[in-house]
């Protein structure tokens, strides 16, 4: 009896809460489910039912699945990159030198910045005619001739990987770095004892340590990436020749450029669904390796 | 009425007249303007202050972005209910807002004076359908912008007057060593570039749209895009012009980097401020070429107009504002920035002091302003037309091919 009383004051307690989250996901997220099947205008008509007319245009059409590489390309390959920097990043302030605080310090200001900001300043650097990485790149004799790297369709994805990078390792690393410091002392010293090699100490001491929590920032990067639009918005809007349009630019360019409200809903559906099987896949992962250890 | 003047009173006589001015602030309008260089947001906000002193009971919260985001935050705004009561529009966008109701028809408001006094070509930046939605603001077009020293050293006696003498010319200055690349343009994959192709296209007596189908992969639209092709291939034109907007078009030229430069009336005074530029006093601007037995001159339609939204709900004041902003008076007082809409102004020697090049430039150019297709899925037409024109310059496409993939894309 007092459990079904504690229950529904628990309940009671929640609703709340509740109301708040089914009136600013729930009933947001029905409401493009309704719009995805409709042709509406973004302002004018509420427009009529089309059934799956949207999603199958959508599929259908050469644009979605080239965003799609993209996507996925520029997601697999930063995402990557991060980590790798992250983890070693972290390798490298865990050690103690002097003036180390003030590194970590620094390390953090990229992921601080605004992402506005951060494209702001790669478009600087990256600047055909004035920019750092021209004149830094000629100077060691690496190019002859001042290259477009936004301009150019070969290189203007790598940029922006980049850039993404930059902004975003110190966040791996901060977490890597947290990881590694709950790695008892002891340990790495009786490793060393036993005559276990700097690799051998990395993957059998300390990696079991960093796991779980490296997959966790796996899981929050590859999402993210999946998503990404800004930093792409102010550096190229999706060019040259639409060699870095990402799925969300498509979602941003049908739903608010071209006001069709309904393929635009159904565009970002179909993206949700991939990032939420994404993230399905990652949270069974994670499942596992929380059983391994 | 009483309440608020007793209010009034006793806040003068408590706090002094400071209080006066607020406590009457009785409206409050939002614009939406857009961060530029000319009419910089200093200058907007010094001319919504005038407005402001002599109508005191009138409040104007300004709002700036980027020409990248002023049509998006303009429909957004509209989509959830409103929010700006006055915005800035460019000349592609009365098809779409007309048909999707953004903005109020103000046909009736335009007194005999405005239409009288104000350029014809002006006009065409706010009409659809025969109906007017705002008031001229900002009339622009693009010049050919010449460095006169360069030409000088390359034993160039005068200008351009065709596309094809242009090309001549930049050759000429290659082949003299004195620049690699002499032209400069804006093809970033942005608007930018579709201003500079739509002055091709006028040049060679193009069509964008025929009975409301696209009309430019061939004749003036597919010579346009060739001349650009042409250009970019045989290294007359700066490589980097792929990934220019107008301002990196301005840097290169203000670097004494480029011979010739396609761009807007704002580039001429502050290429000329010698705080600003290596090349002040070196500017030449002309009308942009054009070609022979077709067109005289070249020019793009790149005005601006300012309108009420459907959803303000003070659409007396907005238009008070509005005829303020585009008064004779406002625009011959910042005619250094931008040409007035006000054909007398170019006969006053308050304004034209100083620019004279540029009015001469001008007045050719205002008049053979040729505009960008009036259709309402205008938005999808030059997203389309922008992948067409990289394409074909990245060599992934021939100028043909990628014209025919931008017709089928324009959703017309």
């Given amino acids: 009896m007092s459990g079904t009383w504690i229950s529904t004051r628990a309940w009671l307690l929640m609703l709340p809460l509740l109301v708040v989250m089914i009136g600013v996901i729930g009933w947001p997220l029905v409401d493009t489910v309704r719009l995805s099947f409709t042709d509406a205008k973004l302002v004018g008509t509420a427009g009529s039912f089309v059934g799956f007319d949207n999603y199958e245009r959508i599929v259908t059409g050469s644009n979605f699945r080239r965003a799609l590489v993209t996507t996925t390309w520029f997601a697999v390959v930063s995402v990557a990159a991060e980590m790798v920097l992250g983890v070693l990043a972290a390798l490298l302030l865990n050690q103690r030198f002097r003036g180390r605080t003030a590194l970590r310090a620094l390390m953090i200001l990229p992921w601080a910045l605004p992402t506005v900001v951060n494209a702001t300043l790669w478009r600087l650097i990256y600047n055909p005619e004035y920019g750092a990485l021209n004149a830094a790149l000629t100077q060691f004799g690496l190019i002859d001739s001042y290259r477009s790297w936004l301009g150019e369709p070969g290189s203007a994805l790598t940029a922006l990987i980049v850039a993404d990078c930059w902004k975003n390792f110190p966040l791996v690393a901060l977490i890597a770095l947290a990881a590694l410091q709950a790695v008892p002392r002891e340990i790495t010293a009786a490793a060393l004892v036993d005559g276990a090699g700097a690799f051998n100490r990395f993957r059998f001491v300390i990696m079991p340590y960093l796991a779980g929590p490296l997959l966790v920032a796996l899981v929050l990067r590859t999402i993210e990436a999946f998503k990404v639009f800004d930093i792409i918005w102010v550096m190229t809007r999706g060019g040259p020749a639409n060699s870095t349009r990402t799925l969300s630019i498509l979602v941003y360019q049908e739903a608010f450029s071209f006001q069709r409200a309904g393929s635009g809903a159904s565009l970002a559906l179909i993206v949700t669904l991939l990032v939420t099987v994404l993230a399905a896949a990652y949270a069974a992962l994670l499942r596992r390796a929380a059983g391994a250890s | ?412």
């Fill in chain 2, 1 to 412: 009425m009483l309440k608020s003047t007793r209010n009034v009173l006793l806040g003068a006589t408590l706090l002094g007249v400071t209080l006066a001015g607020q406590a009457h602030a009785e409206t409050t309008l939002n614009a939406l303007f857009m961060a530029q260089a000319a009419y910089s947001e200093a200058d907007v906000r010094a001319m919504t202050e005038a407005f402001t002193k002599a109508n005191p009971d009138v409040k104007i919260n300004l709002e700036f972005v980027p020409y990248e985001g002023l049509h998006d935050k303009t429909v957004l705004a509209q989509g959830s209910g409103g929010g700006y009561d006055v915005v800035l529009f460019d000349v592609i966008w009365p098809a779409e807002y007309a048909s999707n109701k953004v903005l109020v028809d103000v046909t009736e408001r335009v007194t005999d004076e405005m239409n009288k006094g104000i350029l014809p070509g002006a006009w065409t930046t706010v009409e659809y359908d025969g109906k007017r939605y705002g008031m001229p603001w900002i009339l622009d077009t693009k010049y050919l912008f010449y460095n006169k020293e360069i030409l000088e050293k390359a034993g160039i006696k005068a200008p351009p007057k065709t596309w094809e003498e242009l090309a001549e010319q930049a050759k000429a200055i290659k082949d003299k060593g004195l620049l690699q690349t002499p032209i400069a343009w804006s093809w970033s994959q942005a608007e930018a570039a579709i201003c500079d192709y739509t002055t091709l296209v006028s040049a060679y007596g193009g069509k964008f749209l025929d009975g409301g189908k696209p009309a430019f992969t061939t004749g003036g639209g597919l010579d346009a895009l060739n001349y650009m092709v042409t250009s970019y291939t045989s290294g007359l034109t700066n490589p980097n012009s792929k990934e220019f907007l107008e301002e990196d078009v301005r840097k290169v030229f203000q670097n004494g980097e480029a011979a010739f430069a396609l761009n807007w009336t704002y580039m001429y005074n502050l290429a000329n401020d010698p705080k600003e530029s290596k090349v002040a006093g070196k500017v030449g601007v002309v009308p942009a070429p054009g070609v022979t037995g077709k067109s005289e001159v070249s020019a793009v339609n790149g005005s601006m107009g300012l309108g009420i939204t459907t959803t303000s709900k003070h659409p007396e004041e907005a238009w008070k504002y509005i005829v303020h902003m585009t008064s004779q008076e406002t625009q011959n007082a910042y005619a250094k920035l931008s040409l007035p809409i006000w054909a007398s102004s170019y006969e006053d020697p308050s304004v034209t002091k100083g620019q004279e090049e540029l009015i001469a430039a001008a007045k050719r150019g205002l008049a053979a302003m040729y505009p960008r297709p009036t259709t309402p899925k205008y938005q999808e037409l030059s997203t389309a037309l922008q992948q067409a024109i990289q394409e074909a310059l990245l060599g992934q496409a021939s100028p043909e091919d990628a014209l025919k993939t931008a017709a089928e894309n324009s959703g017309l």
